[in-house]
């Protein structure tokens, strides 16, 4: 059995506190147990904001670029630029959509550049610089305050092709192998498998998002008891190459 | 609190089973009480069989175009004349590569037209004709047999644009809304969130996903603890009209 819960105490982060120490504490102040192979769910946002990746709109100036997009898409150009600055490539830009590609490889919509929930009205939260380092910098936390081995997944909700609606899915891993390998072994009938790799880390971010939700404030969700290959771990192995990609 | 568990007794299943009465006697078997607002999530493969939708490589002639096909995605041109017949449009079609769009409007490889688990070594397994209504066929007989209201999930593993590996998505829904809307609402802050539509239903497919894998033959699973909201549904909700989708 798989059990998916929220860590219930996790405070308000603020730039620079240490996500690892904060969601042991809040595991201990809830008598939650952190076990060995766990998997921890961490919301992009804290690690944003503890990171102090948050930037003031204020003291950004809108290239003319971003100030001709600005309107295109009703946003404001000071968001917009910050948007093209975290983009290394676009791949649409249509209506309110503006859909790129970041400079860790994601492709989504504003770049991940968000306002919601960074608890300032002037203010949006970028992607962290290197997700797999945040999850790698927690996952060593825990096990140094713990000596409990975990995996961390830091989560984003993303848009899809094709599909209404946004998921959670992976944009840091440490200490899981982010995708179930099932090349070169057979179906219940000795057949070769069709479905050859699984994208467990997004599953596992999807699966966290049924806890989390948006409005409730629950940024960390511990999943426990899932069967997955223990591995330093890189989102890397997700992002498809752009050669690869029959959709850019 | 969600748990996850599959139901472990489900017997292998044929043309002209009833998936409903299956699963209620595979959880007894097993000593698990269904729970109002469970949700359900079946392995589209059980569905297929189950009614009948399983087609023998030999009883095809493959047309030209399939034969040519074939020859570049290196398939069998009887598999690639199933795909053709089962795809309302092609969006792909390089190497081994076939992304079609199904009479659904479900965007994925191959039409999901599937070999694995389908336990005869010269036939494929064709998605559902209309996977809501198989959805809603099993939700109803579980009410029937226990009076207990549950929401069914039909399931399939997809591949995505610009991201390795394939997760598990919803193909047919029902008693549940498969996505949860938040237009309108704010965040912890008072702002307005900037995510609005979840596709949970897709959330709870990959959630069972973790559960399901694909040798091990657990294609019944049971989430508990979700918060949703009760309503018919329908997969359409989930599906982006083409006219609004910037990827096609």
């Known amino acids: 059995m798989i059990q998916i819960f929220g860590l219930p105490k996790m405070p308000l982060v603020k730039a620079g506190d240490r ?4 969601l042991v ?6 008598s939650i ?13 804290i ?42 490539g676009i791949l649409r830009m249509q209506g309110a959509h503006l859909i790129v590609e970041t400079r860790h490889g994601f492709v989504c919509a504003n770049a991940g550049v968000d306002k919601s929930n960074v608890g300032a009205n ?13 999850a790698r910098a927690i996952r060593e ?3 140094e305050l713990t000596g409990i081995d975990v995996g961390v997944i830091i989560s984003d909700t993303f848009g899809r092709a094709w599909r209404n609606g946004q ?18 072994t057979q179906d219940m ?8 790799q699984i994208a467990i880390a997004d599953e596992l971010a999807s699966a966290a998002e049924l806890v989390m939700r948006k409005r409730d404030g629950v940024p960390v969700v511990i999943i426990r008891g899932v069967k997955y290959v223990r591995a330093p771990g890189s989102v890397r192995s997700l992002i498809r190459p752009k050669e690869e990609d029959l959709f850019r």
């Open 189 to 196: 009938f000795g057949a070769q498998l069709n479905v050859t």
């Open 141 to 143: 936390r825990v096990h």
């Open 47 to 88: 690690v944003s904001k503890a990171e102090g990746n948050v930037v003031t709109l204020n003291s950004v100036e809108p290239s003319a670029l971003a100030k001709t997009v600005a309107i295109g898409a009703c946003k404001d150009p000071r968001h917009v630029e910050i948007i093209l600055r975290e983009a290394a």
């Open 25 to 30: 504490r809040a595991a201990k102040d809830a």
């Open 19 to 22: 996500i690892g120490d904060q």
């Open 122 to 134: 002037d203010s949006v939260a970028l992607l962290p610089v290197n997700p797999d380092e945040s």
């Open 33 to 45: 147990r952190i076990e060995d192979g766990d998997i921890i769910v961490v919301a992009q946002k």
């Open 167 to 184: 998921t959670n899915v992976a944009i840091g891993v440490a200490g899981l192998d982010p995708i179930m390998d099932y090349r070169g």
